[in-house]
């Protein structure tokens, strides 16, 4: 059974870092070893919320105490997402060698949570440089959106011909894979949003249909890089794979964004569209675009 660890926030009430990426992860048959950095009541979206933030070394601790039990050797992939500081952030990559050790095929799958297009950076300062210079091409996988793949790779994304440019170079930093989500560019539909994969046996890109929510969920993109790294286990390292997990993954999201409209909630409608996570009702064809 592929075994990953997920090593984000976690919150009681709703569904974001952890628990927007553990349930469906186990929905599609992986094993999950979740290591919370926090625990608050409810994403800080809300403006109110309780909990506590997690020390460095509670993160350390918990993972020896899991290779102390049952050892790292089966570990298949780490994830990683929202870094609130860069203490957090060493303890990541600590983990990251300690579980490539065991197992040298294992993959770092790091969606670099930093910011979003109109909102700007929304981390502590010093956190997007540090990702930059050193998460990044500790990577095998990096999931960001569009504006934080602007400010990795160093260059504006504005055209699709920016997208494949600024995804290559941020290639050219470590990562085999880069997956670009949220992304809208110049001749684009606007209508549709898009996601774009550039890996070294080609680049593929699909675009979705924009859903009209009343009030945007946080944790999409907590979702989507689960979903890729699941789909990218599955798929394996064949010339194909990437298309497909970018298929897989983008009918994932586009069935939990129907399900989470129809709900008419703040939070992602994680549990009326498990099924259609994992057997979603509709197929996408990825564009190839070299």
């Not at 186990?26 to 409810?42: D, K, M, W």
């Not at 870094?83 to 050790?101: N, T, W, Y």
Request: charged content about 20%; some cysteine.
């Amino acid at each position: 059974m592929t075994h990953v660890i997920s090593i984000q926030s976690h919150v009681a009430y709703g569904y974001v870092g952890n628990r927007a990426a553990v349930f469906p992860l186990q929905r599609l048959g992986l094993e999950v070893t979740a290591i919370n950095t926090v625990q608050f009541s409810n994403h800080t979206g809300y403006g109110a919320f309780t909990g506590d933030v997690f020390s460095p070394d509670h993160l350390r601790n918990v993972l020896d105490g899991v290779e102390s039990l049952v050892g790292l050797d089966d570990v298949d992939a780490l994830l990683s997402g929202y870094m609130g500081d860069e203490g957090i952030g060493r303890a990541v990559l600590d983990s990251v060698d300690r579980v490539k050790q065991a197992n040298p095929q294992a993959l770092y799958c790091c969606d670099p949570v930093m910011g979003d297009v109109g909102r700007g950076f929304f981390v502590r300062e010093g956190i997007p440089e540090w990702m930059r210079d050193h998460a990044i091409a500790r990577a095998d996988i990096v999931t960001p959106n569009q504006f934080e793949l602007a400010f990795l790779a160093g260059r504006e994304v504005n055209t699709l011909e920016d997208a494949l440019a600024a995804a290559a170079a941020l290639r050219a930093k470590g990562p085999r894979v880069v997956l670009i989500t949220s992304l809208e560019v110049a001749g684009d539909d606007q209508r549709h949003i898009g996601m774009l994969v550039d890996a070294p046996s080609g680049s593929w890109r699909i675009a979705t249909p924009k859903v009209d929510f009343a009030i945007a969920p946080n944790g999409a993109g907590d979702f989507t890089a689960a979903m890729f790294l699941a789909h990218s286990l599955r798929a394996g390292l064949t010339e194909e794979g990437p298309a497909r997990a970018l298929e897989q993954t983008a009918a994932a999201v586009q069935m939990l964004f129907e399900h989470t409209r129809r709900a008419g909630t703040r939070e992602l409608a994680m549990i009326a569209a498990q099924q259609d996570i994992v057997s979603p009702t509709v197929t996408l064809h990825a564009e190839r675009l070299r």
